[in-house]
């Protein structure tokens, strides 16, 4: 059985989140996860509804209740148990410019816990650094993070508020600005970028009712200025836009990722919160889809990364229960490909350790060749 790299997660808590961000969902929300007694009150009230979905929302609640490091234990022990070698959380920039205040543990603050995290779960646990352009100095504190705090890639959240072209009209100049230096970095130095990709998830304040705003910030087509620019960008379409079902009709957004990764020669897409691949009434259909793909079409073959989106998914699935259905579907060519091969080629272009990390490495009294010795086996060193 393949162990394989999960190339989009995410490690937070409570702590990171700013209360604002639960009041676009629902005051409800906001009171739930601050009362002492929400655990036992949730885990009541699941116990009465039907198993389709949420069953697991009193273990999620549980967890984003703990400190960071026990969210990184809690996580090493479910990638055990679901066959998990190395996994890739994704920073959450969840502060002022999407909802008007910070959370409790600042961002340069989680920056700092995540690279801790990084070096005591060693060549395991290997984050992405968030960057939102609107921040002062975005591009700033994002090259330090790469150079200086050894994260391996740059995560980006477009409905937060701002769109990914650094020539749209619907940014401010400074914005604009910034995303320039952040993706001129990122294609020199061949630093992979994670941007989420589908019509889901959070929204900030300010776009949560505007609808036709957010996916316009979001979209795949939404990219098509920006790798006309920067064309060798090494980019992963988060999500495969959730609709990878629909690959065939031209609007759909797994159709438009599809259309850039046979344009430009280093995107990518994963399989993030794919719902439909864990659900009884769509997992047939979802594979038949998948498989097909994989079977007719090389590029994308080589152009698919397997994700979970955990904790995001806790609510309901386990990483075992999320991976199980993976390998129940697709044969083990198809899962060493999809969950490992693809993964390496986009986190570590030419399969190369980057310079920074080995420097971070050395830095904090490490070395190269600590990493695991599956992952040394796989790339290659530059430097001690």
Known sequence: MARLINAHCHLLNYQFIPPSCFKTRSALTEYLVRLKGTVPLVRMLVSLLPKKGFHRLHDAIALMKLDLEAVAKR????????????AVPLMMDLGRSSFKENPPVPFTFQIKMLSDISLEHLGVIMPFVMVDPRRGRASETTIRSLEQLGFLGIKMYPPLGYHPDPFSIFNEPPVNEELYKIYEYCESHEVPITTHCSPGGAYSSDLVRAKSVRLEFTKPWSWAGVLKRFPKLYLNLAHFGQDITRIKEPSSWAAGIRDLIHTYPNVYTD????????RSGTSRQYFAVLNQLIDKDPLMRDKVLFATDWAMTRHTWREVEYVDPFRKNLDDAKMQRLGIENSLNFLFPQRK??????????????????????????????RE
């Open 75 to 86: 996580l090493r022990a479910e990638m055990d148990e679901a066959g998990i070698q190395l």
């Open 271 to 278: 399989l993030a919160y794919n719902s439909k691949a864990l």
């Open 353 to 382: 350790l980057p310079d920074r990390v080995a420097g971070f490495l050395k830095a904090n009294g490490k070395s190269p060749s600590d990493l695991p010795k599956w992952l040394l086996a796989n790339l290659i060193i530059g």
